[in-house]
């Protein structure tokens, strides 16, 4: 039957969720310092965007590669925009609970400066893996295409932060969910983002080979 053919769809799948699976560990694995987070998520998009192609290679190669290549870039931007995050969620927390109405512009302030910080986030590592700038082009890059792509970008930010957000209001009786997270998660959204990065953003900057 087609169905068990090596080369039929099943197969194809169950390839596909396996090195989702390895990139998913290697990322993890890659994360435990934190500060080098962002050159581990550079590196995952590095794998995930050849992935969309089907030229991802070997898995652990490329990925260690794009790692040490784009680790100062990566982490620069990382260790930054992990600062501004903690500030801000910091100012959220205080103006939050202190009940004073003064303050009520300057928790609107660190709501916005969290969420640019993060949508920025979301473009930054992808543009790490896919182009070879400056980081200081990087991020303006990343300002320019997810104002230019906002339809795509909202699609990305619900694809990155719904999920989690879901997992963590699910009873801890679904912990099996969790378990899902560590095997397929975090790799498994970098790929259904990297469709959109591939075929709806990131090809608008590439000239044609034709």
Request: hydrophobic share 55%; proline share 4%.
């Amino acid at each position: 039957m087609q169905i068990f053919n090596i080369e039929g769809p099943l197969f194809s799948f169950l390839n596909k969720m396996a090195d989702l699976f390895v990139v998913n560990i290697l990322f993890i694995l890659c994360c435990i310092p934190v500060v080098t987070i962002g050159a581990s998520c550079t590196a995952m998009y590095t794998v995930t965007l050849k992935m969309v192609h089907d030229k991802e290679g070997y898995l652990a190669r490329s990925f260690f590669q794009a790692f040490k290549e784009n680790f100062r870039q990566a982490t620069t931007v990382w260790c930054i925009a992990l600062f501004v995050l903690f500030i801000s969620l910091a100012d959220i927390r205080i103006f939050s609970t202190s009940g004073n109405e003064e303050y009520r512009l300057l928790l609107i302030g660190a709501f916005l400066l969290f969420f640019v910080t993060f949508l920025l986030l979301l473009f930054i590592f992808p543009l790490l893996a896919k182009f070879s700038n400056s980081l200081k082009q990087t991020v303006k890059n990343a300002f320019l295409m997810e104002a230019r792509h906002l339809p795509f970008t909202l699609c990305i930010l619900v694809i990155t932060a719904v999920p989690p957000v879901i997992t963590a209001l699910l009873p801890q009786s679904l912990g099996f969910v969790y378990i899902l997270w560590l095997l397929f998660g975090f790799s498994l959204t970098a790929y259904a983002n990297s469709f959109f990065f591939e075929f709806k953003i990131f090809n608008h900057y590439i000239p044609d080979e034709g």
